[in-house]
């Protein structure tokens, strides 16, 4: 059990809806990251949070916003949901602002859009 | 891009012998480089890491070889185990980067 806790652990909905996935971070963590797992592809970046500031973003699409919020859990909103942003979209979280060594992940959370 | 590939998508050992996985990086300013392991229905766990002042990293039957002329690092896991069976991810990210750039993953099974 890494300490960090994602929920939901699975979500189907349709085109053109919205969605939020939640983040709660390993206790005293205070960096959050978001990463994207779509089929046969590596984990993307998507962006990063320290103690309720953005801190990095990457590939991360307008259609997706994420915060962190004074408890230090995080939130990741998807809208107007496509076929291809059905992936595994975990978090993830560490200690300090940079990275300076593992990221500990949660279990994921599994997103299909029909 | 893919600043980070692995090109073994699978490997299969048997129970005992050495296991290898490779991974390339094209990003030259990469100087922190981690494994990860991943069962189904789990998140990714962190396995071994290696800075880019070290060629070699032991922990135990992992070991991480870095050659950084060739962008190129390489687990060993030796003796493999059934349990070992997973898919491993290799990962880097530079100084001052807030970022982990992640492989695809090789899947590697250990047969009894």
């Known amino acids: 059990d890494s300490g960090v806790t994602q929920t939901p652990k699975h979500l189907i909905t349709a085109t053109g809806q919205r969605v939020t996935l939640r983040c709660s971070p390993r206790s005293g963590d205070l960096s959050v990251y978001w990463y994207q797992q779509s089929l046969d592809q590596g984990l993307q970046f998507l962006i990063q949070?320290?103690?309720?500031?953005?801190?990095a973003k990457g590939n991360i699409l307008e259609r997706f916003s994420a915060q962190q919020f004074p408890d230090l859990h995080s939130e990741l909103n998807l809208s107007s949901l496509e076929l291809g942003d059905s992936a595994l979209y975990f978090c993830?979280?560490?200690?300090?602002?940079?990275?300076?060594?593992?990221?500990?992940f949660g279990e994921g959370s599994r997103l299909t859009v029909l | 891009d893919q600043q980070v590939k692995q090109n073994s998508p699978s490997l299969s050992v048997q129970e005992g012998r050495i296991s290898i996985l490779n991974c390339d990086y094209t990003n030259s300013m990469f100087d922190y480089f981690l494994w990860y392991k991943k069962y189904p229905a789990e998140g990714p766990t962190f396995l071994i890491s290696i800075s880019s002042i070290k060629d070699k990293n032991e922990d135990g039957r992992f070991t991480v070889f870095l050659n950084k002329s060739a962008k190129h690092l390489s687990l060993h896991i030796v003796p493999s185990q059934p349990g070992d069976s997973a898919v491993y991810f290799c990962?880097?990210?530079?100084?001052?980067?807030?970022?982990?750039?992640f492989g695809t993953g090789t899947r590697l099974t250990v047969i009894p």
């Open positions: 990962a880097a990210s530079a100084t001052g980067a807030n970022n982990l750039f």
């Open positions: 993830a979280s560490s200690g300090g602002a940079g990275l300076t060594g593992e990221l500990f």
């Open positions: 949070y320290y103690n309720g500031e953005e801190r």
